[in-house]
Each structure stands twice: as C-alpha cells, then as structure tokens.
T-cell receptor, first 116, second 111 residues
Framework: EPEVTQTPSHQVTQMGQEVILRCVPI?????FYWYRQILGQKVEFLVS????????KSEIFDDQFSVERPDGSNFTLKIRSTKLEDSAMYFC??????????????FGPGTRLTVL | SQQGEEDPQALSIQEGENATMNCSYK?????LQWYRQNSGRGLVHLIL???NEREKHSGRLRVTLDTSKKSSSLLITASRAADTASYFC???????????WGAGTKLIIKP
C-alpha cells in the first residue's frame, strides 16, 4: 500500500541553524501539506502546496519557512534559522485528485525536530 | 476560537466495551475526518464524512455527523487493547485547504 515517507525521523540542531525536512508523498497525489505538533498540543497547519506553488499558509509559516518540490517526488520544508520554539513533530501529508484537497489526507510518520 | 474540540479529553474503558468520542466545531465544513495517533507516532486516517452525509461505517468504527449541531461522534465497538491511542477530529472548510484539528481524546483500553 502506498504511503508517505519522511526523513529523518529525528533531527537535532542548534538554534540558528538551517534544517531541511524531507518528504516523499504518495506518487499520484497532487496536494501536499506540512503540519506540526508541539509536544502535548494540537496539530497545526503550516502550508499547502499544489501545482508547484503554495496554495495556503498559516501565520506560523513566516519568512523563516519555505517549501519546495525540487524533483517531482520529494517535498521539502526548510527552516532557515531555527528557534527553540520550532521544536516539534513535523508531519507531511498528501491527498489525491478528484475532490482536490477535500479528500483524505495521508500522513507520514513525522520528523521530530529538537532545537537546542 | 477553536474549530474542533473533542470530548472527553481522556477515556478509560474495559476491553470489549464500546468507546464514544465527540467532536464539536464552529463554522460550516466541507468534511470532517477522524485520525488516530499512537503515542509519539504518526497520524493514521480513519474515516472521512462529508457535510451531506450523516453516518459512515468502517469495520468497528461508526461516525455520525450532525451539521445542525455542528458535532460529530466516533464510536468504536468491541474495543481492543490495540485501540489505545489518541483520537483527533479534523475539519476541512469549503474556503481553504487546511485541516483544523481538535485537541484529541486519549483513549485507554484496559485488558
């Protein structure tokens, strides 16, 4: 069964460093998303991506964040200068065509980012 | 204001009993989705119910949606120890692409 994969599973970085979180969405999906979940808190939407551009982003997704689909299979989230409060589990998700984003979103296992 | 809120926050029942979790939301939705998350792990999609649907079943899961009350319930019948997890509802609005999440119900099934 196709699944969303994410690497690495755990990333530890120093404050101020850049990190890139990687995702491989399900191959025939067209809509891609990043969410995050700070430990013990709700899942929060960061950004959605369709047709090689951002379709929507939340207030959390400021200038420190960027997304890219560099090669038609990978979908990356870059945090330019990490802060302590960026420590969270980051989930990538994808959904298929048909009703567009109004279908099930399939999630990867997450990358736990720890900023020291 | 929060779009999705689940109750109870925590639920502990004996194996074999039924578990019911509720979700309320504030604005009109396109669909509502239920997810499961085992401790520290990823989010597993369980069921999607659209705004024009009232009830959906999948195996031991039954989801209802009452758009007049802006609420949904997830029933797990004949619970098993493996059902122990956190359960989240997430709503998709007509106006955007994101899922808006509740805080979740932590379900513990005692053997």
């Amino acid at each position: 069964e196709p699944e969303v994969t994410q690497t690495p599973s755990h990333q530890v970085t120093q404050m101020g460093q850049e990190v890139i979180l990687r995702c491989v969405p399900i191959s025939n999906h067209l809509y891609f998303y990043w969410y995050r979940q700070i430990l013990g808190q709700k899942v929060e939407f960061l950004v959605s991506f369709y047709n090689n551009e951002i379709s929507e982003k939340s207030e959390i997704f400021d200038d420190q964040f960027s997304v890219e689909r560099p090669d038609g299979s990978n979908f990356t989230l870059k945090i330019r200068s990490t802060k302590l409060e960026d420590s969270a589990m980051y989930f990538c998700a994808s959904s298929g065509e048909g009703a567009g984003p109004y279908n099930e979103q399939f999630f990867g296992p997450g990358t736990r980012l720890t900023v020291l | 204001s929060q779009q999705g809120e689940e109750d109870p926050q925590a639920l502990s029942i004996q194996e074999g009993e039924n578990a019911t979790m509720n979700c309320s939301y504030k604005t009109s939705i396109n669909n509502l989705q239920w997810y499961r998350q085992n401790s520290g792990r990823g989010l597993v999609h369980l069921i999607l119910i659209r705004s024009n649907e009232r009830e959906k079943h999948s195996g031991r899961l039954r989801v209802t949606l009452d758009t007049s009350k802006k609420s949904s319930s997830l029933l797990i019948t004949a619970s098993r120890a493996a059902d122990t997890a956190s359960y989240f509802c997430a709503t998709a609005l007509d106006s955007n692409y994101q899922l808006i999440w509740g805080a979740g119900t932590k379900l513990i099934i005692k053997p």
